[in-house]
């Protein structure tokens, strides 16, 4: 075991096939082999390797298959595995055609544009999940606009709310994510082609048409110039990454805590069991949302320090990106496939929350009532009397209101104001804002 991704332990939880396989060396040398086909037949089609040589690289590579412990020797002498990918290649071309391949480009031109090419399916995948996560709170969120509970303020109850407004609050940011990321795929999905220092002087004149129409074979983008040396579009994918498991991790912070023994607002079927106390259910799927957001955030202060990018080529930037932008990756395509699960699992506990609402003894209604006493004293008094109500209560074990009925001669409809449901303020407006596709955040 090197990571929990690629543990025969772990590994059934944070990683699926579907992502391995997109982050594997074949397909890391697949990809690789498309861009170094592509860029032969668009050099053929421009002239500048001879009519027949590019096709002739293309179906070679078409059906080229290379293990990849091939390369491991010229990766320790390289370290990137273009170079010795490049020679096994014109091993196995004829002759008289060897010399046309990669023709004029670098190794990083190569590795670059082939994890571009990787990255666009990761993102599809990303989207794919996304899209899952929100229809499910979308329903959560529907479901329960009208169930009582209480919003607590570091950790303290504070006043009445709906579960609904809560996951509204999950909602809401993941439906920015989707923006964000559709925002960012343009500058991400670009070709790179600089050749050995960013001019491409081997091709010459034509090396922005080459660069131009290599995009365009690949679909993919094609940049104002060589961006090598430029990290910005990668970490700022990133970032999108990392911020998409901490708001996933927020939402497991929420389970753990509406988890516990002493609230249990919530649970999830299946939760895991304890090798000597046959009482627990532990909420795993949110233990693991919560360390899935953290390692995130570590792994995105690497991939930062790659923007500290040295001249026109930093192999030091080359290997770190390398180490945690999987890892990375590995992360957020979890979170989102186990915040999926959570979901399609979870248990949400009405009658706990009713009643967990009523053992404030109003003192969730504090506030209100401070506000529906100004209408008849100064605030300041009014919250003086409300403050020597809630010792009261506390004292006598009394609900906050019917202290307060006893404190006040207040003209005030005390039993409108003991009902939490008319202490909503415009909840329900805001999950009506949430739920519109996308008009909250065009506001």
Known sequence: ?????????????????????????????????????????????????????????????????????????????DGISTPGLVRLIRERLPAEVSDFLHWGATSQDIEDTAL????????GIMESRLDVLIALLGQLTASHRHTLTVARTRTQWATPTVFGLKTASWLAPLKRQKMRLHSLLPRLLVVQLGGAGGTLAAMGVRGTEV????????????????????????????????????????????????????????GFTGGGGSSTMPQKSNPVVAEDLVALARFASTQIGTVHQTLLHANERDGVSMTLESMSLPALISACASSLRLAIASLNNIEIREKTMLANL??????????????????????????EIVYQACSDASESGRHLITELSKSSDAEVDWEQLKDPQNYLGVAQDII????EDGAMERN
């Not at 571009?116 to 993102?123: F, T």
């Not at 074979?217 to 940049?223: E, F």
């Open 358 to 383: 009523e053992k404030s003894n109003g003192m969730v209604l504090a506030e209100a009532a401070v506000f529906e006493l100004s209408k008849f004293v100064e605030r300041k008094q009014a919250t």
């Open 432 to 435: 009506d804002r949430v739920l």
């Open 116 to 123: 571009v090419l990787r990255l666009k399916s990761l993102a």
């Open 1 to 77: 075991m090197v990571s929990v991704f690629d543990s025969e332990i772990s590994a059934s939880v944070f990683a699926d096939d579907e992502v391995k396989s997109l982050l594997s060396d074949v397909e890391q040398i697949r990809s690789a082999l498309e861009v170094e086909a592509k860029l032969a037949l668009v050099q053929q089609a421009l002239g500048l390797i001879p009519e027949g040589k590019g096709d002739t690289i293309s179906r070679l590579l078409s059906t080229l298959e290379l293990q990849p412990k091939l390369l491991a020797t010229a990766y320790a002498k």
């Open 211 to 266: 660069g131009e129409r290599l995009a365009a074979a690949l679909d993919l983008n094609s940049p104002s110039m060589p961006w090598h040396n430029q990290r910005d579009n990668i970490v700022e994918f990133s970032n999108w990454l990392a911020m998409t498991s901490g708001i996933i991790g927020k939402m497991g912070q929420d389970f753990l805590l509406l988890a516990q023994s002493e609230v249990a607002e919530v």
